[in-house]
């Protein structure tokens, strides 16, 4: 499995911005599709954007979609997640996540066979 460590998580207000980051080692090359979740205490946790590696590509969940942007540099094997115009509905603990499959899709979180540990995002 690649091992995934997220960075960037933090307290905002609202309306502000974040720059979630992950860094990915061990079985990289292997790792097509590159996601971000969220997770809030007593709610399933929810796929937010996902890309795929080869080209680029990137999907977004409708909550998040012209606010987030999720991007990669391959050279440094990290994935980012840029927040912009937070609001309290994304605090959440964010999740990186790898899979092998070319089937990059966010709602099918069980492809995801690698995660990181999380990282926490606050809106107030």
């Known amino acids: 499995h690649v091992q995934l460590v997220e960075s960037g998580g933090g307290s905002v207000q609202a309306g502000g911005s974040l720059t979630l980051s992950c860094a990915a080692s061990g079985g990289t090359d292997i790792s097509v599709c590159m996601g971000w979740f969220r997770q809030t205490a007593g709610k399933q946790r929810e796929g937010v954007a996902v890309?795929?590696?080869?080209?680029?590509?990137?999907y977004y969940a409708d909550s998040v979609k012209g606010r987030f942007t999720i991007s990669q540099d391959n050279a440094k094997n990290t994935v980012y997640l840029q927040m912009s115009n937070l609001a309290p509905e994304d605090t959440a603990m964010y999740y990186c996540?790898?899979?092998?499959?070319?089937?990059?899709?966010?709602?099918?979180?069980?492809?995801?066979?690698?995660w990181g540990q999380g990282t926490q995002v606050t809106v107030s």
């Open positions: 996540a790898a899979s092998r499959t070319s089937l990059c899709v966010y709602q099918r979180m069980a492809d995801f066979e690698s």
């Open positions: 890309i795929y590696a080869p080209d680029g590509s990137a």
